[in-house]
C-alpha cells in the first residue's frame, strides 16, 4: 500500500487526523508543497482573540470542551481524541499568528477540528464497511517514513509525538487510520493519472514558487530542469489528486451520515 506524503507530515509536528484535512469545508484545491504542510497551516487565522500572549508557546483553553465532542454514526468523538490535535493546530495558528499579525480564532478553530476529525471518521467507517484492512507491517513502514520525513529516528519522532499528546498506541493507531482512508479512496477512484500537461503546471507553479522567495529572501538559487523534477512533479499531481478526491468523498459521506458536534 502506497503511503501519501501528506500522511508523513505527522513528523513536521501536528497529528495525522488534522492531515486528513477533508471536513472543514474548505479549499479543495491547493498546491503540492501546500499538501505536504499541516492542515493547520492552511487555515487562516481569525479575527478573535485567543487570549494568549502570542508567544506561540501557549496552550488554549480546553476546560469547555465537553467529553464527548461529537457522535457519528453512533460512534463517539472523545475530548481525549480532540484535544492533542487541537492544541497541534493551535500550535501551528500560533507560529502563523506571529508573522500576519492577527490573533488566532479560538472559536473557529475548534469547529474546525471537530469537522476534521468527523470526516476522518466516516471515512474510516466506510473503509471498515469495505473490509479495507492495514497490517503491522503498513503502519511500521509508514512509521519508518514519516520519521525520516521529519529527519529523525522513530524513538525522537515518538517522543516528539508523544511531547504533544499522542503516545505510540496513538500515533499507530492514526497511522492506521490514514492508510485505510487512502485505500479507501484507491478502490473508490483508481489510480490517479497525470498528464504531461499537468506536470508542466506544476512545474511552472513551482519556478514562480521560488522565484518569490528568492525575492524575499534576496537569494536566488538555480532552478533544476523539468526532467530532473519529473518524478517528483508526478507525486506531487497524484498527491493533490487524492487529496482532493479524499475532501470531495467525505463531504458525500458527510451528507448521508448522522452526525452530531457538541461544541
Known amino acids: 500500500m502506497r503511503t501519501n506524503r501528506w500522511l508523513l507530515g505527522l513528523a513536521m509536528s501536528v497529528s495525522v487526523v488534522a492531515l486528513a484535512a477533508c471536513g472543514s469545508g474548505g479549499d479543495e484545491g491547493g498546491d503540492a508543497k ?7 497551516a492552511e487555515q487562516s487565522p481569525g479575527a478573535d482573540a485567543s487570549g494568549q500572549d502570542g508567544s506561540g508557546q501557549g496552550k ?8 464527548v465532542v461529537a457522535e457519528v454514526n453512533g460512534e463517539k468523538i472523545t475530548k481525549d481524541e480532540f484535544v492533542p490535535l487541537f492544541e497541534t493546530q ?13 490573533p488566532v480564532d479560538e472559536k473557529d478553530l475548534k469547529k474546525q477540528t471537530a469537522e476534521n476529525l468527523v470526516s476522518t471518521k ?22 519508518k517514513e514519516s520519521a525520516q520525513s521529519g529527519q529523525m529516528s522513530e524513538k525522537d519522532f515518538l517522543k516528539s509525538m508523544k511531547d504533544q499528546g499522542m503516545d505510540e498506541k ?7 487510520n490514514q492508510l485505510k482512508i487512502e485505500g479507501l479512496v484507491e478502490d473508490e477512484y483508481g489510480e490517479f493519472k497525470v498528464s504531461g500537461e499537468e506536470i508542466g503546471q506544476a512545474y511552472e507553479q513551482a519556478k514562480s514558487q521560488q522565484e518569490q522567495m528568492a525575492q524575499q529572501g534576496g537569494q536566488q538559487q538555480e532552478m533544476p530542469s523539468i526532467d530532473e523534477m519529473r518524478p517528483q512533479l508526478k507525486e506531487q499531481v ?26
Open 90 to 102: 493551535y500550535q501551528q495558528m500560533q507560529m502563523q499568528a506571529q508573522q500576519s499579525g492577527q
Open 60 to 67: 488554549p483553553s480546553t476546560k469547555d470542551i465537553p467529553k
Open 122 to 143: 466516516v471515512l474510516t467507517q466506510e473503509a471498515d464497511k469495505r473490509d479495507i484492512s492495514v497490517s503491522d507491517k503498513d503502519i511500521d513502514k509508514a512509521l
Open 34 to 40: 501546500s499538501q505536504e504542510s499541516s492542515a493547520a
Open 238 to 263: 497524484k498527491q493533490q489528486k487524492s487529496t482532493e478526491a479524499t475532501q470531495k468523498y467525505a463531504k458525500k459521506l458527510r451528507k448521508k451520515a448522522d452526525v452530531t458536534i457538541n461544541l
Open 170 to 176: 496513538k500515533v499507530r493507531s492514526e497511522l492506521s
